[in-house]
C-alpha cells in the first residue's frame, strides 16, 4: 500500500505550448530599404487638400483605422511629410471658392461672355510717307489716308518713321486700328482714317499679322444704326475692366467721355443673320430691343470707304461683353465745358484782333 504524498502548494496553469511558440523567432536583417512609413495621428479627421494629394504619386491617400476615427496618410520614398501637409490656411478658406470663381464673382472682365471681346482691328497695305512735321500718311489706291497713333505705340510710330527712311516708305504693310470721324450733319460723309499699330518687317508675320490678309479686318462691336451714318455700323466700344473703372472714378468728365468714345465703323453686310438695331423715337423704352454682338471678318474696300462683310466668325449674340459707356450726364457736362472753353477763346481772339482806336487830333 502506497503512503499517501503530503500536500503540495497549487501552481497556476501553465499555458499550452504550440508548435509555433517553440518554434525560433525569425529575425529580421537590416535592408536598404527606406524608413518605415510614418504617420500622422489626431484625435479628429485631418483636412486635406485633395490637390496636393492627387499631385503626388500616391497609392493610397487616406487610411481609416477602426475603432478610432483616425486618418492616417502615408509619406511615399523620397518624400517628407511637410510636403505632403495641406498649406496653412485657415477654415474660412478651406470652404472658399476657388481662385478661378472668385475671381469671375468679383470681377467682370472683358471675356467674361464666352472669351469675347470689342475689337477692331486689321491689315492696311500702302505707301507710308512722313513730312517735316513727322505728320504720317498712307496712300491706298491713289487715296490718302492720316495715319495716327496713340502714346502707347508711339515707339512703332516712330520705328515705321526710320523704316520709311531707309527703304523708301513703298508697300508698307501695316497694323492698324480703323479710324473713323461722324459729323453732326448726316448727310455729310464720315472720314476715313487709320491709327497705327505695327507694321510687318517682311520677316516671319506672327501674330494678328499672320492670321490676317491685306486689307482684312476682324470687327467685333454691336451690330447698329447710328444716327449720323445712313450705313449700319459695328460699333466697338471701350472692354470694361477694374484699372478703367478706377480712373473713369477719378477722372473730369471731358477726358472720362472721351476715354470712353466708342469706334463707328460702316459695314455693308446684305443678308445678315440679324438685323441691325435702329432707334425708333415712336417705341416705348421696352418695345424697343437692343443691339446684337457679332464677330465678322470684313475687307477694307478704299473705292468708297466702307468695309464690306467677308465671314461670319461666330453666330450673333443677343448679350454682349462688359464696356463702358459715357453717360449723358457726363457728355452734357464735357459739352458744356468745351462751349465755355470756345467762348474763352474767341473773346482772346477778338481782343488780340480788336482795331486800334484812333488817334484824336
Not at 495641406?86 to 475671381?103: G, M, V
Not at 504693310?173 to 482714317?193: D, N
Not at 445678315?272 to 464677330?295: M, T, Y
Not at 468708297?304 to 461683353?321: C, T, Y
Request: with cysteine; glycine share 4%; hydrophobic share 35%.
Amino acid at each position: 500500500m502506497k503512503k499517501p504524498k503530503p500536500n503540495q502548494p497549487q501552481q497556476p496553469d501553465q499555458p499550452k505550448q504550440t508548435l509555433l511558440s517553440i518554434l525560433p523567432k525569425k529575425v529580421e536583417e537590416p535592408s536598404s530599404e527606406p524608413p518605415t512609413p510614418t504617420f500622422v495621428k489626431v484625435d479628429e479627421p485631418v483636412k486635406v487638400d485633395e490637390q496636393v494629394l492627387d499631385s503626388e504619386p500616391l497609392q493610397e491617400k487616406l487610411i481609416t483605422a477602426k475603432p478610432k476615427p483616425v486618418k492616417r496618410i502615408l509619406t511615399p520614398p523620397n518624400k517628407s511629410e511637410s510636403d505632403l501637409q495641406p498649406p496653412n490656411k485657415s477654415e474660412a478658406d478651406l470652404q472658399s471658392p476657388t481662385e478661378t470663381e472668385s475671381l469671375k464673382a468679383a470681377d467682370p472682365t472683358p471675356v467674361a461672355v464666352n472669351n469675347k471681346i470689342f475689337q477692331a482691328v486689321g491689315i492696311i497695305v500702302g505707301d507710308v510717307r512722313f513730312d517735316e512735321e513727322a505728320k504720317g500718311t498712307v496712300t491706298i489706291a491713289q487715296k490718302e489716308y492720316q495715319l495716327f497713333y496713340a502714346s502707347k505705340h508711339r515707339y512703332a510710330y516712330e520705328a515705321l518713321q526710320k523704316e520709311v527712311k531707309a527703304t523708301g516708305g513703298e508697300k508698307m504693310r501695316l497694323i492698324v486700328y480703323p479710324r473713323v470721324m461722324h459729323f453732326p450733319k448726316r448727310e455729310q460723309p464720315y472720314l476715313m482714317s487709320f491709327q497705327l499699330v505695327g507694321f510687318d518687317r517682311k520677316q516671319s508675320p506672327t501674330g494678328i499679322a499672320s492670321e490676317l490678309q491685306d486689307f482684312e479686318f476682324r470687327l467685333c462691336g454691336l451690330w447698329q444704326f447710328i444716327p449720323v451714318c445712313q450705313t449700319p455700323c459695328i460699333s466697338v466700344f471701350k472692354n470694361f475692366n477694374k484699372e478703367r473703372l478706377e480712373y473713369i472714378k477719378s477722372a473730369e468728365a471731358d477726358k472720362k467721355v472721351r476715354f470712353m468714345k466708342a469706334s463707328h465703323v460702316p459695314l455693308m453686310w446684305r443678308d445678315a443673320p440679324v438685323r441691325p438695331f435702329r432707334f425708333n423715337p415712336k417705341l416705348e423704352k421696352e418695345q424697343q430691343g437692343h443691339s446684337s454682338f457679332v464677330e465678322v471678318l470684313a475687307k477694307f474696300l478704299p473705292e468708297r470707304d466702307v468695309f464690306g462683310f467677308s465671314k461670319l466668325l461666330s453666330e450673333p449674340m443677343e448679350k454682349a461683353p462688359n464696356f463702358l459707356k459715357a453717360r449723358k450726364e457726363d457728355k452734357a457736362e464735357a459739352l458744356k465745358n468745351k462751349l465755355a472753353q470756345n467762348r474763352e477763346k474767341g473773346s482772346v481772339k477778338k481782343s488780340v484782333w480788336s482795331k486800334p482806336k484812333k488817334k484824336e487830333l
